[in-house]
């Protein structure tokens, strides 16, 4: 099993470009999540997916902030207008759903600067 | 609510000597607790997990974690450090019909020194 694929794996950007990150989950796993990572605030759910529909998006700072999960194979999380305080590592992560708790598993992560 | 507390954001220790990094819990039903470990650049991964069987959890590379209702707590333990073992280390919880979502702590940095 491939694991959990995200792209790109590092991006430099300016501020007020449009970023979009990419997922693919581990093919069977129906749960899908996004995180942030960064010095000041430690690791951040910002939404997560079950069965391709948003379930909590609360974690999201604000409107520049989107995600989308067209299918169950394919996740994108878009910044735009970017700001230098978005840059962070940002995780997606897949699980199976079912009624308790399953392990997530983590993707490599994508290194953000926006300068 | 469930939260999780990790007491000591950075934890140093002689390679070979006993690793103790504390996790408390905060939970209003039964939680599910994890640990996770992510090596420098890379992602998280599970070292182990309780799901309301065995108290005494073991997981991989020789660490384990004992839930203690009594004590709200799920330390994670092993007795021989060593120096691959250096990394961040975090709790988590969760609990039945949470949706699957999991509350981390704020982590543990591990230092293991010759």
């Known amino acids: 099993d491939a694991g959990v694929i995200q792209s790109p794996r590092h991006e430099v950007t300016e501020m007020g470009q449009e970023v979009t990150l990419r997922c693919k989950p581990i093919?069977?796993?129906?749960?899908l999540f996004w995180y942030r990572q960064t010095m000041m605030r430690g690791l951040e759910l910002l939404i997560y997916f079950n069965n391709n529909v948003p379930i909590d998006d609360s974690g999201m700072p604000e409107d520049r902030f989107s995600a989308k999960m067209p299918n169950a194979s394919f996740s994108t999380l878009k910044i735009q207008p970017s700001e230098p305080r978005d840059s962070a590592v940002y995780f997606c992560?897949?699980?199976?759903?079912?009624?308790?708790?399953?392990?997530?598993?983590f993707g490599p992560g994508t290194r953000l600067l926006v300068l | 609510a469930q939260s999780v507390t990790q007491l000591g954001s950075h934890v140093s220790v002689s390679e070979g000597a006993l690793v103790l990094l504390r996790c408390n819990y905060s939970s209003s039903v039964p939680p599910y607790l994890f640990w996770y470990v992510q090596y420098p650049n890379q992602g998280l991964q599970l070292l182990l997990k309780?799901?309301?069987?065995?108290?005494l959890v073991k997981g991989i590379n020789g660490f384990e974690a004992e839930f203690k209702k009594s004590e709200t707590s799920f330390h994670l333990t092993k007795p021989s450090a060593h120096m691959s073992d250096a990394a961040e280390y975090f709790c988590a919880v969760s609990y039945t019909g949470g949706g699957n979502k999991l509350t981390f702590g704020t982590g543990t940095q591990l230092k293991v020194e010759l």
């Open positions: 093919s069977g796993h129906n749960s």
């Open positions: 992560a897949s699980s199976n759903y079912g009624p308790q708790p399953e392990t997530q598993y």
């Open positions: 309780y799901t309301s069987a065995a108290t």
